[in-house]
């Protein structure tokens, strides 16, 4: 550990592995008998900072029996994002944790952007953290290579590891238009293009609302998808099985719930479009958005652990920003604008360049795009699909 720079921040577009070098880094301090502290310090972070914790308690008991006691992992909630107060909130719990002037500290999804008020707070804690501690040991990953504190060492990891070539086609396009290291080559032949994207349009008839979120129809037409891939299908002994847990379907919008009910269980508030539209169609769904956080924080809380854990077989919905960092064999990707962050300021592409970098980067396999035509005069609309449900062809990875 001595040869390893102890101030790190991992640099690199969505995909090429920042956040599994956390997790081999976490588990080499607990095998040293280091305790590790994961730190999330917005609500976008919840999900994978919960994934880092599990996978690093799982190494404990996982793992050959190490010569030393190993350390324990604790799990930091806060919210810079919001709360300006959880700085130094933050700063005390975890110099409360210092051991022998030792501290270690694992962060994903880091965000210094200067531009943005959660940016310069984090780099206070860095900096807090760096002249207060002794012996800081802190590793950090993030996609944005803007404004990173100069007592980090940068790393920059460009080879792309997740996503088959074909999603990747969807992403590489927009990183030119963010901060991001653009991909590299890895210079080792990919063993096939993997499966089509498979394309649907929120059009016609049988569509309804502005948005494919609010629109049951389009709900029933990934459900066809779904269904024509596969997914829930018991197929015993099989390695290519795809579970429901496996999905992801992504948007962005704040009215993203389920049902809401009282405590009677009489619902007061439906569910939207496409959670019901997937629900009539017989697919076990969990929602993870913006109305469940409104409604229930505790609640809230509960449903991010269950999907960084995947811990419930159910096709997941949610406002891709509480996924970030996470990754599913098969996403569906919904356009949508989000009415509480500055979205109606934005064109139709500066809504897409995002949805292709935070939500489409968390697919390894199968992409499912659901867009939304540009209006036009046509007086007789009619469903168009590049790709429909009962006229899908996939080809395997070879």
Not at 17 to 23: D, E, Q
Not at 175 to 185: G, K, L, T
């Amino acid at each position: 550990m001595n040869r390893d720079p102890p101030l790190v921040c991992i640099t690199g577009a969505p995909g090429t592995g920042k956040t599994v070098v956390l997790v081999l880094q976490g588990v080499r301090w607990l095998r040293q008998g280091h305790d590790v502290h994961v730190l999330s310090t917005w609500d976008a972070t919840r999900a994978v900072s919960t994934s880092i914790k599990q996978q690093l308690e799982m190494s404990l008991s996982a793992g050959p029996t190490p010569s030393l006691t190993p350390g324990s992992v604790s799990f930091h909630r806060h919210n810079f994002w919001n709360r300006e107060a959880d700085v130094e909130q933050a700063v005390n719990d975890l110099l409360a944790c210092v051991k022998n002037g030792h501290l270690h500290v694992l962060l994903d999804e880091a965000f210094f952007d200067s531009s943005q008020k959660h940016g310069p707070r984090l780099t206070r804690l860095v900096t807090r953290l760096a002249q207060q501690v002794p012996h800081l040991y802190l590793w950090c990953a993030g996609v944005l290579n803007r404004d990173i504190p100069p007592a980090l060492q940068t790393q920059v990891f460009t080879v792309p590891l997740r996503s088959a070539p074909a999603v990747l086609r969807e992403i590489q396009p927009v990183i030119h238009r963010f901060a991001v290291h653009a991909y590299s080559d890895s210079g080792v032949p990919a063993p096939g293009d993997g499966l089509s994207v498979i394309r649907l349009s929120h059009h016609g008839n049988a569509h309804t609302s502005r948005w494919p979120v609010d629109c049951a129809q389009c709900g029933q037409d990934i459900a066809a998808v779904l269904r024509r891939l596969g997914v829930g299908r018991n197929v015993a002994n099989s390695p290519s099985r795809l579970s429901y847990r496996d999905v992801f379907v992504l948007t962005r919008s704040a009215d993203l719930q389920d049902d809401v009910t009282d405590g009677a269980g009489r619902v007061t508030s439906p569910a939207s479009g496409v959670v019901q539209g997937l629900k009539d169609a017989g697919v076990p769904v969990s929602v993870l958005g913006d109305q469940v956080f409104l409604h229930n924080r505790a609640r809230w809380e509960g449903a991010v652990q269950d999907v960084a854990v995947a811990a419930t077989d159910t096709v997941t919905v949610a406002e891709y920003d509480w996924v970030t960092g996470l990754e599913r064999r098969v996403v569906a990707v919904l356009q949508g604008r989000h009415q509480f962050d500055d979205d109606d300021g934005r064109t139709d592409e500066e809504i897409d360049l995002r949805d292709r970098l935070s939500a489409v980067s968390r697919c390894t396999t199968q992409l499912i795009m659901v867009r939304t035509p540009p209006v036009t005069t046509t007086t007789t609309p009619s469903l168009t699909t590049t790709t429909t449900p009962t006229t899908t062809t996939t080809h395997t990875t070879t």
